[in-house]
Every structure is written in structure tokens, then in C-alpha cells.
């Protein structure tokens, strides 16, 4: 299935004139598949603070380097080709990557359930939070189910953050109050995005591991020692799908968040905020609010 941008046809050369109609829409008999299903995905922001998360931020004299959206999803693009490949160290951070994901759904769930009770409360000053006149849409254009995953985690955290700056606004929540928050929050999806790293893609297997090859010694000395559980041959990951024989591992189209114009938004145009990739092309469709 490609998951990508997809524009509708146009309806008048697409359809028919009546006259046709019924021959067109017969089933064809001779070729009964349907074709190839392609689908999008949007990620709709409303805060800078989620914007900087898609791109993350190159290491400084004086602040570390924050991994963003596209570099994740490039490093689990590669955590997937080993999982293909009964790569028990894709296993490992396949569940690192999973954990880190469930932990940060968890904190920011709480977030939510707290601002709900500050916003359902029945005040004669009806808050509700804030949002942005100029959001960010980006199309998602991802090869695998967990960089999705960690763009949904960065929607929900961009929903904590307007809700939180809302509140302090209003004097609901004093500025000490809402920078923890906002600090907790931001850590945990910044813990999502770092938890792809360190996994190198060497080729190396169950089967070479139980042999002690040479590439088993490698992945030993890069990446530490697999835990004993995951090299059971029976083991297999929920989402791990065991290749049929001879299956060759083939690198996959790039994973992006593609433009759907070429117009960049304030938020992600921050010349301060310098991306990991330079090379990433990520622009995005910055809308007026009505």
C-alpha cells in the first residue's frame, strides 16, 4: 500500500458520458484485483514548541541536538529492515521504541485529564484552548507504522501545549506551573525521538548470533549484548512478519513529511532552529484559520 498525498481525479475526465456509463462499470472479468490502495496522513499543529519536534535541532555550543520526526523515522525505517530480517537487535529497539512511545501516550494522557477538569469547570469565564490563526499542516509520507505512531504522540503534545498556554493566559495556571508541565511533556516526546538511535543495521541474525560469526561479534561490540530472550528462534515481534525464503532486505523509499505547497510556516522557518538533516525536505501548508 502507498501512503501518500493523493489529489482527486478530475471528475469530468474521469467519468464517462452517459451514454457509456454501463459498459464502464461492468466488472471486468479478465483482471478481477482491484488496484493499489494508497491513502494520506495529516499532522495539524497549532504551537512552535510541536513545530521544532518535526525537525528537531542540530547540536550547539550550548544545547544538545534534539532528533526530530524525519530523522526517527528514517532510523526506525531501518530498525524495520532488520526486524524483516530476524535481526534479534531490530527486536530490542523495536521494543525500546514501543516502550518509549507507551510511556510518553501515558504522561501525556494525564495532561489531558488535567486540563479537562480546569476547562469543564463551571466558571463564569468560559476558557477554551488556544489556537493558532496560522497552523501547520504536513503531509506524512512515513514507510512504517512508528514514525506515524511518534507524529500522533507530537499531536497530542501540541494539544497539551494550547491548552496549558491557554490556562496561563487566563491566570488559571501561574507561568512556574505551566513551564513544568510543558517541560515534562516536551521531555517525554523527545525521549520517543531518541529512542531509535544506536541500532546499526549489519546484516547479522539469530542464526549468526547462535554461530558467534563474526558479524555477531560486530553487533555485539556496536550495539551491547542482545538480551537472551530475543534470540529464541520462536520468538517473534507482534508486528514482526518472518520473510519468506530468499527474501532479499531492499532499502525503501525515503520517509518524509512532504509539502503540499511550497510555502513554509513562521513556526518551522525559525532560522534559529537549525534542522539535523539539512538535506530533509519538509515544507508545509500553512492555513488561515477561519
Given amino acids: 500500500m502507498d501512503w501518500q498525498p493523493h489529489t482527486p481525479p478530475n471528475t469530468q475526465r474521469d467519468n464517462p458520458p452517459a451514454e457509456n456509463h454501463s459498459a464502464a462499470s461492468a466488472p471486468d472479468s479478465t483482471d478481477p484485483v482491484p488496484g493499489k490502495l494508497i491513502g494520506t496522513a495529516t499532522l495539524t499543529l497549532q504551537t512552535q514548541q510541536a513545530a521544532r519536534l518535526v525537525r528537531g535541532r542540530a547540536k550547539t555550543s550550548d544545547k544538545p541536538a534534539i532528533i526530530g520526526l524525519l530523522n526517527f523515522a528514517a532510523m526506525c525505517r531501518t530498525i524495520w529492515h532488520g526486524v524483516r530480517a530476524d535481526d534479534p537487535y531490530a527486536d530490542w529497539w523495536r ?33 477554551q484552548p488556544a489556537r493558532s490563526v496560522k497552523p501547520v499542516r504536513i503531509a506524512l509520507n512515513f514507510t512504517n507504522p512508528d514514525a506515524f505512531r511518534a507524529a500522533q504522540v507530537i499531536g497530542q503534545f501540541d494539544s497539551v501545549a494550547c491548552g496549558l498556554l491557554a490556562l496561563e493566559h487566563t491566570g488559571t495556571l501561574d507561568r512556574d506551573d505551566t513551564r513544568r508541565r510543558l517541560e515534562r511533556s516536551g521531555r517525554v516526546v523527545r525521549h520517543v525521538l531518541q529512542s ?31 538480551p537472551p530472550a530475543l534470540l529464541d528462534k520462536a520468538y517473534r515481534h507482534p508486528v514482526h512478519r518472518p520473510p ?47
Fill in 196 to 226: 531509535a538511535v544506536g541500532y546499526r543495521y549489519l546484516g547479522v541474525d539469530r542464526a549468526a548470533i547462535r554461530q558467534g560469526s563474526a558479524v555477531a561479534v560486530q553487533a555485539r561490540e556496536a550495539m551491547g549484548e542482545c
Fill in 95 to 127: 521494543l525500546k521504541v514501543d516502550g518509549a512511545i507507551r510511556e510518553a501516550c501515558a504522561v501525556l494522557d494525564e495532561e489531558r485529564g488535567f486540563l479537562d477538569t480546569l476547562f469543564d469547570r463551571d466558571d463564569a469565564v468560559a476558557v
Fill in 244 to 290: 519468506q525464503p530468499g527474501t532479499v532486505i531492499a532499502p525503501s523509499q525515503p520517509d518524509s513529511a512532504d509539502p503540499d505547497s511550497t510555502q513554509r510556516s513562521d513556526a518551522l522557518a525559525d532560522p534559529t532552529q537549525s534542522p539535523i538533516n539539512p538535506d530533509s525536505d519538509l515544507r508545509t501548508e500553512a492555513d488561515n484559520a477561519s
